[in-house]
């Protein structure tokens, strides 16, 4: 007992002492951020108001689909703050709350962002794999609902606890937000940011691997194998997008960012890591964070190509703004002769 009290002891000491060296993160960061908030604002309100205007008839796909676009929204609106910090060599001037709120929202969207996708997942699973059963059937969009209300509430209570770790503190005689904790929290955060990773991301990763499996299994299957019904071939190549999507979120956004976040969290809590080891680890995974972020204009994306309706009304609108260009050149076009007739 005494010696864990010291190993914790001198972590933090070490780590109060260890100034990382994180210069890299006022080019990368401001990049990536403008690049996600430019493309995420307007991707998720367009597919808000796409799915507000079929309120009436929501599948239950489209609900799920609502509260993973509000996820995203939310988030990248607090972008700004977060483009001008890094801007700013690392220096938060918004205050304690304003910190906390940050860093909340952030890792709120990315398990919110998980839950939602693994919801989705599941009801396409269900709809392949077991299109005639009636269990899953009644209820209908109200329980899709009672799920998203759910998630939320699950969302929140994984999340909670970052108002109690994020913080601002003192850094180079600036005032920086620390991302996970303050340097001397660190050993306290690291059970509860292992938990979060375990419930948050790995849980749901396998239940999304799990029925992707089964689903690859019945997508292989020809149509007129038993079991097989017509209708789940008709699904086919919506399943095949969506599981391709999908998996690209996961391996661009989720995956990397988990794994060099849990690999930072053992390397800050060990009382030997030389200050050397702790810096390039903490540069490993804050390269990966704003890659994390990425899912906002991600996810818009899996709308899109799950929606042969709103597929071809984009067609429908740029072939519409092609051809309004297109008249445009040719009313200009036939101006210019007319005007040199006019010439004396």
């Given at each position: 007992m005494e010696n864990d009290l010291a190993s914790a002891l001198s972590s933090i000491l070490f780590?109060?002492?260890c100034t990382?060296?994180?210069?890299?993160?006022?080019?990368?960061?401001?990049?990536?951020?403008?690049?996600?908030?430019?493309?995420?604002?307007?991707?998720?309100?367009?597919?808000?108001?796409?799915?507000?205007?079929?309120?009436?008839n929501l599948s239950r796909n489209n609900i799920y689909m609502l509260n993973l676009a509000l996820a995203d929204f939310?988030?990248?609106?607090?972008?700004?703050?977060?483009?001008?910090?890094?801007?700013?060599?690392?220096?938060?001037?918004?205050g304690e709350f304003a910190c906390k709120l940050v860093r909340f929202q952030f890792y709120s969207n990315l398990h919110g962002s998980i839950l939602f996708l693994t919801c989705i997942s599941v009801q396409r699973y269900v709809g392949i794999c077991h299109p005639m059963a009636m269990w899953h059937k009644p209820g209908g969009r109200r329980m899709a609902w009672c799920v998203c209300g759910v998630v939320w509430l699950v969302v929140i209570f994984l999340c909670a606890p970052t108002f109690h770790f994020a913080a601002t503190g003192i850094?180079?005689?600036?005032?920086?937000?620390?991302?996970?904790?303050?340097?001397?929290?660190?050993v306290d955060y690291?059970?509860?940011?292992?938990?979060?990773?375990?419930?948050?991301?790995?849980?749901?990763?396998?239940?999304?691997?799990?029925?992707?499996?089964?689903?690859?299994?019945?997508?292989?299957?020809?149509?007129?194998?038993q079991g097989v019904s017509m209708g789940t071939g008709e699904k086919r190549d919506k399943a095949v997008r969506m599981i391709i999507v999908v998996a690209a979120v996961f391996c661009v956004s989720?995956?990397?960012?988990?794994?060099?976040?849990?690999?930072?969290m053992?390397?800050?809590?060990?009382?030997?890591?030389?200050?050397?080891t702790r810096n390039l680890f903490s540069i490993i995974y804050k390269s990966t964070r704003p890659f994390a972020s990425m899912n906002s204009f991600l996810d818009p994306i899996l709308f899109y190509f799950t929606h042969s309706r709103y597929r071809q009304s984009t067609k429908r609108f740029?072939?519409?703004?092609?051809?309004?260009?297109?008249?445009?050149?040719?009313?200009?076009?036939?101006?210019?002769?007319?005007a040199a007739t006019a010439l004396p």
């Open positions: 780590n109060l002492r990382y060296n994180e210069d890299f993160k006022r080019i990368l960061l401001p990049a990536v951020y403008i690049f996600v908030f430019l493309l995420g604002l307007p991707l998720n309100a367009a597919v808000i108001l796409k799915i507000l205007r079929t309120r009436p939310l988030y990248v609106m607090s972008l700004p703050l977060l483009i001008y910090n890094y801007a700013s060599h690392d220096y938060w001037p918004f850094q180079r005689n600036r005032t920086v937000c620390y991302d996970l904790s303050t340097p001397k929290h660190s690291y059970p509860y940011g292992m938990a979060l990773t375990g419930l948050g991301f790995l849980l749901p990763f396998i239940g999304v691997m799990v029925c992707y499996c089964r689903m690859a299994q019945i997508l292989c299957r020809p149509v007129s194998y989720f995956l990397p960012f988990h794994i060099t976040k849990t690999v930072y053992v390397v800050r809590t060990l009382p030997d890591a030389p200050c050397a740029m072939l519409k703004v092609t051809t309004i260009k297109d008249k445009g050149i040719i009313v200009r076009a036939k101006s210019r002769p007319s």
